[in-house]
């Protein structure tokens, strides 16, 4: 069993992180999950859902651990915990801005940092547009030190029918980014 972060911030598009999680948790990985306070007042505004409903839900899938983001003594806020990878989706620019310059005010942002100090796989997501010139040297910053930006835009080149298919186009794009094999939607070619 592999072990991956998931991380929610504030930004809109929640259930891209809740949905990779749970595409995770089917393949039978554990998840450690973090989410900033926003992240979860977002969350709840976007899907009608309490983290807590999120948790039970994802606990009947597979084993999720849910991380209190306040508390620096969780695993994952050390380089000596193994994972395999960490995504953060969405990716809010506060903290793709803080990630880029090494601040750490919350697990997440630790959590990320540990991932690029390591050389672990750090996917972010962001979910921001127009994209200010400092949003984008943070952007840039963060892939030169090996982080994956994975903006959440969907193709359309797969005819989507409905929203789903259009969330399920990202969350192939992260699981394909983590090496993770995949049918959430037709890949291009095929």
Not at 81 to 104: D, H, L, Q, Y
Request: charged fraction near 25%; hydrophobic fraction near 40%; proline fraction near 4%.
């Amino acid at each position: 069993m592999k072990k991956y972060i998931v991380g929610i911030t504030g930004a809109s598009g929640s259930i891209y992180g809740i949905r990779a999680a749970e595409e995770l948790l089917k393949q039978n990985n554990e998840v450690y999950l973090t989410i900033t306070d926003n992240g979860k007042k977002v969350m709840s505004y976007e899907t009608g859902y309490e983290v807590g409903d999120i948790i039970e839900k994802l606990k009947n899938i597979g084993k999720i651990n849910l991380c209190n983001n306040n508390d620096l003594f969780e695993p994952i806020a050390s380089g000596s915990f193994k994972v395999e990878g960490m995504v953060v989706a969405p990716c809010s620019m506060s903290a793709a801005g803080r990630m880029a310059n090494g601040i750490s005010l919350n697990l997440l942002d630790r959590a990320a940092d540990v991932c690029i100090k390591e050389k672990r796989k750090l996917i972010l997501v962001p979910r921001e547009a127009p994209l200010s010139n400092i949003h984008l040297e943070n952007m840039l910053k963060l892939s030169k030190s090996g982080a994956v930006i994975l903006p959440a835009s969907p193709g359309f080149y797969i005819k989507p029918q409905s929203v789903d298919d259009m969330i399920n186009f990202i969350v192939s794009r992260i699981l394909d980014s983590l090496n993770i094999e995949n049918n959430l939607c037709k890949k291009w070619g095929a």
